[in-house]
């Protein structure tokens, strides 16, 4: 089932998106196939739960961290993720800094909008993105390589366009700046859901889960 889900998926995506299974609540014995059905980029919301998979499936793919992320596994999260795709305060940003630079590496990281504007969603509201990532910009162990959002969960996909689009944006505004240290590769946009809106509106990685491994418990 997931080796011919990832297939397909992988068919049809256009070239230069890159496809994440994004794993939460998942077995490592799901996500090592997906990894062996090609997946590349594996995204966990939870650090416990990405230590346990990380034993099984290992470097054999990119590691990107998804979820809300607690100072308190910040220390934990730098030493397995190779990406951490929700930056959205400069706490969270130093934090990072901090444990990296402890470890001698340069973290790369999202900054994720809350371009629903929702109150109980994480992310920065999209008119602050620019001075976040200004104020990033000091810190040496991390590097802004992009954006991310979830948007509001929708029926129907097509709801959740101008949302993709206000992300989009904000990317394309800020690509040009070319700011010190900040490179602006990444858009990761777009659900089993809403991920073919999210492909057409600019997004280069899709998260998807349910499409991959099947529905949730
Ligand atoms: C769960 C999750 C996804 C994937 O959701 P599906 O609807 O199962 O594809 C993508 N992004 C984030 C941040 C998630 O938490």
């Not at 993105?129 to 910009?137: R, T």
């Amino acid at each position: 089932m997931i080796e011919e889900n990832v297939k397909k998926i992988l068919e049809e995506l256009p070239p230069g998106v890159e496809l994440m299974a994004a794993a939460k609540s998942r077995t490592p014995k799901e996500i090592l196939r997906a990894a062996e059905s090609g997946v590349k980029i594996i995204g966990e919301n939870y650090v416990q739960e990405a230590l346990t998979a990380f034993d099984v499936v290992g470097p054999l793919v990119k590691w990107h961290f998804i979820g809300h992320l607690q100072r308190n596994k910040v220390k934990k999260a730098v030493q397995i993720f190779d990406m951490i795709e929700t930056v959205d305060s400069l706490e969270l940003a130093g934090e990072i800094d901090k444990r990296c630079s402890q470890y001698g590496r340069i973290m790369p990281v999202l900054v994720e909008i809350n371009s629903g504007r929702e109150p109980q969603k994480y992310g920065v509201l999209p008119e602050e993105a620019e001075s976040l990532i200004h104020e990033i910009l000091p810190l040496q162990n991390v590097k802004v390589e992009g954006l991310m959002t979830m948007g509001p969960m929708f029926g129907d996909p097509e709801d959740a366009r101008p949302f993709f689009v206000e992300t989009r944006k904000i990317f394309e505004k800020l690509r040009p700046l070319s700011l010190p240290g900040v490179e602006m590769k990444y858009l990761s946009m777009g659900m089993t859901n809403s991920y073919k809106v999210a492909v057409e509106e600019g997004a280069n990685i899709v998260r998807i889960g349910t499409k991959i491994f099947g529905p949730r418990e």
